[in-house]
């Protein structure tokens, strides 16, 4: 063979081997990787034919987003407070439906669909320290009680101090662990023993004996000894808020008043100290009762130094008010925490795209947006006719209803607000901003710690809306039908990845 014959049989074979090469790379290489990132969408309409319905990813182009009558600016450069998580509330009522009136597997399946990755993953929990307007014995009739119910006399050692009437609440608490062991809890009293009140002993209203010294440094101890029986039962106490509504009381059911001078003096003298001596770690949060009241109480109670060194922050109700007050008292008090910690849906608004309309703007993307680190509903789970109840709401509805006859569960509009959130944002996520346009596109956005972002829009109006979501100089088209809630989630620059293999 001539020399240049074998160096074009040289050559050809090169560019063969290079032509090979390339094609087996552009083969190897997923789509959408590179400058491509695209975004899981996750939709429930107000219609109800999408319920926290996985859909057609999103992807980023280089488009002009100029054209869109509405964008959406996420920013992971502009941080806001880190989440803590999004839940309801594990009263007695709750438990007992779950623990009695449901078989092993249908108990199972609720709690890994409430709990775990396949489900909405809720996050955060509250349970009432004693009873509640919605407490029941194990026959499911109503029942108030504390953890240190004497017939007569007082009792300020505390030696009947016992938390077995508690025993759904903790089954309950135990088998969510197992499904989910970093579920944060929330304890919360109605009402102190009715020993401790002044003037009336009893469950229904009233308030401590501010008389006797005796009776504060009790009540201290008694919040010491619930979270150290509670974490004998494997279940730690993440926080404690010191009364449910302190401003409101009712002849009705469990409940007890607490005036903001008072709290901050109980906090301050006695629960802060005891705290420290028995090397309690439970954060201790004020309040807790509505956004309308909010600025004025937190201000005595945070505004009282002494109180103030014990104190996490402040934890407040949907029943009056707006959520902006939140970011007031956060504005006052920058270095504590605000916890959204109480909403009830019921039968006084049946309709689900209105429910999920002012669910979404008020609680899931309102809360956060005003610095609230939780979202939590109130009964996690109720029977079809609100109940059974302990002399409270007649008409309350759960995150889900559960069916006392069958066992069958129903899952509510709230069920389906808090997935599109705590399905998606992790604990220890940061909010980041987002460009909101009030009244008519509500967002919220985060970055969790694995660096994937949510950003989380609804649209309360009555007409479909069109938008655009731009980050990192990219973005996408959506158009959110009305009365919806859309959840988009990416990490960026990872194309097509799936963050969330799920059944629902």
């Not at 969408?41 to 057609?56: E, I, P, S, Y």
């Not at 709990?115 to 993953?121: H, L, Q």
């Not at 002849?251 to 008072?262: H, I, R, T």
Request: net charge negative; hydrophobic share 35%.
């Amino acid at each position: 063979m001539k020399p240049e014959n074998a160096q074009r049989r040289k050559w050809i074979l090169l560019s063969a081997l290079l032509v090979l090469t390339l094609l087996f790379c552009s083969l190897a290489v997923p789509s959408g990787t590179g400058s491509e990132t695209s975004a899981e969408v996750w939709l429930t309409t107000g219609d109800r034919t999408n319920l926290l319905t996985k859909k057609a990813p999103v992807v980023f182009t280089d488009q002009d987003s100029s054209e869109e009558k509405l964008t959406v600016k996420v920013s992971p450069e502009v941080r806001y407070q880190t989440m803590d998580g999004f839940g309801a509330a594990i009263t007695g009522s709750s438990a007992y439906l779950i623990n009695h009136k449901m078989t092993e597997a249908q108990r199972s399946s609720l709690l890994g669909d409430l709990f775990m990755e396949d489900g909405i993953r809720l996050s955060f929990v509250r349970h009432t320290i004693g009873a509640s307007d919605f407490s029941v014995d194990e026959n499911g009739q109503p029942s108030s009680y504390t953890y240190d119910d004497i017939e007569s006399g007082t009792d300020y050692g505390l030696e009947h101090f016992s938390i077995d009437k508690d025993a759904d609440v903790v089954s309950l608490l135990q088998s969510m662990l197992k499904n989910n062991h970093a579920v944060k809890i929330l304890g919360t009293p109605w009402t102190a023993p009715p020993w401790m009140k002044y003037g009336e002993n009893t469950y229904n209203g009233w308030y401590l004996d501010y008389t006797n010294p005796k009776v504060y440094a009790a009540y201290a101890d008694y919040f010491v000894k619930y979270i150290q029986a509670y974490e004998a039962k494997g279940i730690p106490i993440y926080g404690l808020t010191i009364q449910n509504e302190p401003a409101f009381t009712s002849p009705d059911y469990p409940s007890m008043s607490m005036g903001a001078e008072e709290q901050a003096r109980f906090i301050r003298d006695y629960l802060g100290p005891a705290f420290i001596r028995q090397g309690i770690g439970t954060k201790i949060i004020a309040f807790d009762h509505n956004w309308k009241l909010g600025e004025a109480y937190a201000g005595k109670v945070l505004g009282d130094s002494g109180a103030a060194s014990y104190i996490d922050g402040t934890a407040y109700h949907c029943y009056e008010g707006s959520p902006e007050a939140m970011s007031a008292v956060q504005s006052d008090f920058p270095d504590k925490n605000i916890y959204f910690t109480e909403c009830s849906g019921g039968q006084w608004s049946p309709d689900f795209g209105d429910n999920l309309s002012w669910q979404m703007s008020n609680l899931i993307i309102g809360a956060p947006r005003n610095a609230a680190k939780t979202v939590l509903f109130w009964n996690l789970a109720l029977d079809p006719d609100g109940g059974p109840t302990n002399g409270g709401c007649e008409d309350c509805r759960g995150v889900v209803t559960v069916n006392p006859a069958t066992g069958d569960v129903e899952k509510n509009v709230e069920y389906y607000a808090l997935g599109h959130a705590s399905k998606f944002v992790d604990p220890g996520a940061v909010r980041i901003a987002s460009t909101r346009y009030e009244g008519k596109l509500e967002t919220v956005a985060y970055e969790n710690p694995d660096g994937s972002l949510v950003l989380i829009a609804a649209n309360p109006g009555t007409a479909e809306l069109t938008f655009s979501a731009e980050w990192n100089g990219r973005s996408f088209s959506y158009s959110l039908p009305p009365k919806s809630a859309v959840t988009f989630k990416w990490l960026p620059d990872s194309g097509s990845h799936d963050f969330i293999n799920s059944k629902l």
